[in-house]
């Protein structure tokens, strides 16, 4: 069966997630981030940021939930039970700081099909509540067996 | 600075992710996929069983590439591709080598992650600001 391609250039409604001191925290511990930049206020605010640093790939806690809704979006037709992360791409601007506000648009980009499998390529734009671009990404999911 | 051309290398990371590192991290990340964190969907949908999350393990890689440019702010972008499905309680080893040092003084790096002599993470592709 072929993939649909009409959702091509779709955009998804923006999300803006409201960066939390604690959050940042817990997502540093369970990736293992040691750097006190990232765990400690004092040290950060030492290092002159107002608050704890997101760790760079802090980036999919505020981007994932604009894409999220991408995957069970009915014009695009992902079969989320047979989908694999097949690649990833993120470039970074400014730092992310607790207390950070950080809009995301994303957008379905392309939707190609390689050997039986679906590939579903969706970019996120990531600002920050002074409108500065903190990070863009490129989702490449896979459908297996599509 | 250990970064200042082609061939220098990474210090590189190494750790085992435990039994319920996948839950962790759904929770801090808000990807709660069911293939990382529940045995029998995995099966049900032709999987080994739960398999760790791409993004866990690229945060890995980015991790190794932050840890050597000297913080956050050294890491300005950072492209994988996920070549194979990581699983909980096994070691993962990142390793990576500088391939260019632009003028701009823009480092590039290339990384792979291991896990039980696969690479689940090859021709990962960095490029740092390093820090002072």
Redesign the interface.
């Given at each position: 069966m072929p993939v649909n391609t009409d959702a091509i250039g779709k955009t998804l409604a923006p999300k803006t997630y409201a960066v939390g001191r604690e959050?940042i925290r817990?997502?540093a511990?369970?990736?293992?981030?040691t750097?006190p930049?990232?765990l400690d206020v004092e040290a950060a605010r030492a290092a002159g940021y107002a608050d704890v640093?997101?760790?760079?790939?802090f980036c999919?806690?505020y981007s994932?939930?604009a894409v999220?809704p991408g995957l069970f979006d009915e014009e695009i037709g992902i079969d989320?039970?047979?989908?694999?992360?097949?690649?990833?791409?993120?470039?970074?601007g400014e730092?992310v700081v607790a207390g950070d506000e950080i809009t995301t648009v994303a957008k379905l980009n392309d939707v190609t099909e390689k050997r039986g499998n679906g590939f579903y390529v969706f970019e996120t734009t990531s600002t920050n509540q002074r409108g500065e671009p903190v990070c863009t990404g490129?989702w490449t999911n896979i459908v297996?067996g599509v | 600075m250990r970064l200042v051309q082609p061939g220098d290398e990474l210090p590189g990371v190494q750790l085992t992710p435990d039994r319920y590192l996948t839950v962790r991290y759904a929770g801090a990340s808000g990807d709660f996929n069911p293939i990382h964190i529940d045995e029998e969907f995995a099966r049900q949908v032709g999987l080994p069983g739960r398999i760790l999350h791409g993004l866990y393990t690229m945060a890995q890689v980015a991790r190794a590439n932050t840890e050597a440019g000297g913080g956050p702010a050294s890491l300005k972008r950072l492209t994988v591709q996920f070549r194979g499905m990581g699983v909980p309680e096994v070691e993962l080893t990142v390793t990576g080598t500088v391939t260019e040092v632009r003028d701009d003084g823009t480092v590039v790096t290339e990384c792979s992650c291991g896990q039980d002599g696969k690479r689940i993470i090859r021709a990962a592709e960095a490029e740092l600001r390093l820090q002072p």
């Open positions: 959050k817990e997502f511990e369970a990736v293992g981030e750097d930049l990232h640093v997101a760790p760079p790939m999919v806690v994932l939930q999220w989320f039970a047979h989908m694999v992360h097949g690649g990833q791409e993120f470039r970074w730092l490129l297996r | -």
